[in-house]
């Protein structure tokens, strides 16, 4: 790799050293594998062992893929596939993915069902089957797309209350009972999954430096994280808007969150309803909650809306309109994107075109990772919201014919070029396993506060520079990209590209034929999570009965397992003493955590009601 000389140079004046471009190595062909430049002879014959790597390597569908290497032909598929949305001054290019012509006619057929699929979709089709519902975030930001006129009227008067009410926050209008400061400060989000991870995101991409409300989140049900944040907020809890937001308004994590929270008020004497809000579906538990207790605002979610897909819902959009950042702007540029997503032209359509790619470069089958690069710091949570987006949306066991399929696409990646000095190593030179999206954004800074740390040179020269380079060396070793450019993050830039990745992966599942829009694999967790806690009670309940024994019985994991009639969840019985042990809730006679086989327990104080039972 050129070195990038200057870089550490303590004088700018220093010029860098000429920077050489990334040489393209020879293409080592799929077929004639060699081993890499190593200080190992490399003439050895293919061990078993290296064999193997080779062949996992390269799948049989891989092994067709000839990637171009003439300049020439690469400017003229550069050109020939080049989008670019002229309104949002998005680009899109995917020349350096290399789907032929027959690949492109071969799925012109799915694409055209899958463009179909959509149009019923936005009609209000039973788009998601699986649980009898429609799909219609797209509805949040062109309401005239509802079928419905009274869905239209409450996407419409939803938005002017989330304006109305942020704006009356952030004014003072609406303040804290008991604040110093006068007014809110501060923003408390208590959500996890589509409840945080768009907030989150669009937090880290669009905040100004200096918000009229800083946010932070509770995003789990670590209790020494959410020790933390509200540490963190100290006496400004007292100017605090704690905004929770679940979509069902039963999630144990936020729940959890809450309840926390509501003590953490109770002990600073603050009254939790004068600062909370909640964002939820009508007469869920958390609805009826926030209306019992009176709380400041209530906030509707839809069950036509995913987590997944609920950013441009009051879920994305209060938080964002608290901080100050323009959510008008944000619907307006996925609504140029929607419009843009809706040709049924897939040269013309960029979600067609990345959906395409997608389905070519893992074979349909998630076979390659997507690794997402944004070379930004303010896009530093875009993969993380795509991960929920693309895997819980892709990542299912059947397709919609109830064959099982497994499909999925792995998402991961932070930001460029950060991520150089971490893991691109592997993506360069490692197994072939991935394809890379690289997220550019042309303008480094406003107008007038660029910088030359050397005669010509900008940092963000150096980022672009990174990003360009890492592109080349990656092609050059056949590893395949995307690349998505934006002008400069902005609420409608970010409306646009979620937009983009919404209706991609709408389109992708349409064409692997699969459910994008339910969950199923999530209920799983949150049972067998339910069934552990159940098992920790009776657990609890056989130490009281034998600690509140004169003298006290200690009892040995087996002797538990058979009084909680569960002789075969010894080993979770363990695991729950070892954790109620390390929180001093379980008392130790003999032995220790580290022996299983020997030890003993019992409860630091005999509960003569049987709180456990
Ligand atoms: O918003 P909630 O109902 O609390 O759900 C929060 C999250 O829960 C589950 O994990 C779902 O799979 C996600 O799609 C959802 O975003």
Known sequence: MASLSGLYSSSPSLKPAKNHS????????????????????????????????????????????????????????YLDWFYQQKELGLYLDISRVGFTDEFVA?????????????????????????????????????????????????????????????????????KPPSSPEGRFTQILSVGIGGSALGPQFVAEALAPDNP???????????????????????PELASTLVVVISKSGGTPET????????????????????????????????????????????????????????IMSAVGLLPAALQGINVRE???????????????????????????????????????????LPYKDSLLLFSRYLQQLVMESLGKEFDLDGNTVNQGLTV????????????????????????????????????????ELEPGVTCGDYLFGMLQGTRSALYANGRESISVTIQEVTPTSVGAIIALYERAVGLYASI????AYHQPGVEAGKKAAAEVLALQK??????????????VEPLTLEEIADRCHAPEEIEMIYKIIAHMSANDRVLIAEGNCGSPRSIKVYLGECNVDDLYA
């Open 538 to 551: 009776r657990v609890l309940s056989v130490l009281n009965e034998a600690t509140c024994k004169d003298p």
């Open 22 to 77: 990334f040489k393209a190595l020879p293409a080592q062909s799929r077929d004639s594998f060699s081993f890499p430049h190593t200080s190992k002879p490399t003439n050895l014959p293919l061990t078993l062992s290296s064999a193997r790597s080779v062949a996992r390597d390269i799948s049989h569908a891989d092994s067709k893929k000839e990637l171009l290497k003439d300049p020439d032909a690469l400017w003229k598929r």
């Open 412 to 451: 991961y990646g932070n930001k460029g070029s950060t991520d150089q000095h971490a893991y691109i190593q592997q993506l360069r030179d490692g197994v072939h396993n991935f394809f890379a999206t690289f997220i550019e954004v042309l303008r480094d800074r406003p107008p007038g506060h660029d910088w």
């Open 330 to 372: 944000m619907l307006t540029g996925a609504a140029l994107m929607d419009e843009a997503t809706r040709t049924t032209s897939i040269k013309n359509n960029p979600a067609a075109l990345l959906a395409m790619c997608w389905y070519w470069a893992s074979n349909g089958v998630g076979s390659k990772d997507m690794v997402v």
């Open 106 to 174: 071969e799925m012109e057929p799915r694409f055209q069902a899958a463009f179909k699929a959509m149009e019923d979709l936005e009609k209000g089709s039973i788009a998601n089957p699986d649980e009898g519902r429609m799909v219609g975030h797209y509805w949040l930001r062109n309401s005239k797309l509802a079928p419905k006129p009274t869905l239209k009227t409450l996407i419409e008067n939803t938005l002017d209350s989330i304006c109305a009410f942020s704006d009356d926050i952030i004014s003072g209008k609406i």
């Open 255 to 310: 729940r959890n969150g809450l309840l926390e929270v509501q003590k953490a008020f109770r002990e600073a004497g603050l009254n939790f309803a004068k600062q909370g809000v909640a964002i939820t579906q009508e007469n869920s538990l958390l609805d009826n909650t926030a209306r019992i207790e009176g709380w400041l605002a209530r906030f509707p979610m839809y069950d036509w809306v995913g987590g997944r897909t609920s």
């Open 212 to 234: 009229p409300l800083k946010i932070r989140f509770i995003d789990n049900t670590d209790p020494a994280g959410i020790d933390h944040q509200i540490a963190q907020l100290g």
């Open 512 to 515: 692997v034929n699969i459910n």
